[in-house]
């Protein structure tokens, strides 16, 4: 059984940064794409970042290229996210995810089956 907790969420000024991190418990998810999905108030749950099995590859939405920085610690089963020069848009609950089974790319899909965290929340003021 496969565990997912994010933390390091807030509330902080536009400019500002925040790093999230998600730690992961249960089986090693070592093999697998690991991601951050964000969903605004609102809206359809989006893609922010992804990073393949190896940390070889990472992706990037493109508003948030430059900005934010994806890493996993497999010693740890730990993912982050750098975010850095926050904007009002960025507004969302931030979600970790794995991919269920091991596909080799680095964007995550985001499917329903796949493991999930119960999300953290950044807010962003202008």
């Known amino acids: 059984q496969v565990q997912l907790k994010e933390s390091g969420g807030g509330v902080v000024q536009a400019g500002g940064s925040l790093r999230l991190s998600c730690i992961a418990s249960?089986?090693?998810?070592?093999?697998?794409?690991w991601g951050w999905i964000r969903q605004a108030p609102g809206k359809e749950r989006e893609v922010v970042a992804g990073?393949?099995?190896?940390?070889?590859?990472?992706t990037y939405t493109d508003s948030v290229k430059g900005r934010f920085t994806i890493s996993r610690d497999d010693a740890k089963n730990t993912l982050y996210l750098q975010m850095n020069n926050l904007k009002p848009e960025d507004t969302g609950v931030y979600y970790c995810?794995?991919?269920?089974?091991?596909?080799?790319?680095?964007?995550?899909?985001?499917?329903?089956?796949?493991?999930w965290g119960q999300g953290t929340q950044v807010v962003v003021s202008s």
């Open positions: 249960g089986d090693s998810l070592s093999t697998r794409t």
């Open positions: 990073i393949n099995w190896s940390g070889s590859s990472t």
């Open positions: 995810n794995v991919e269920y089974q091991h596909y080799g790319g680095a964007w995550p899909r985001g499917a329903s089956y796949d493991f």
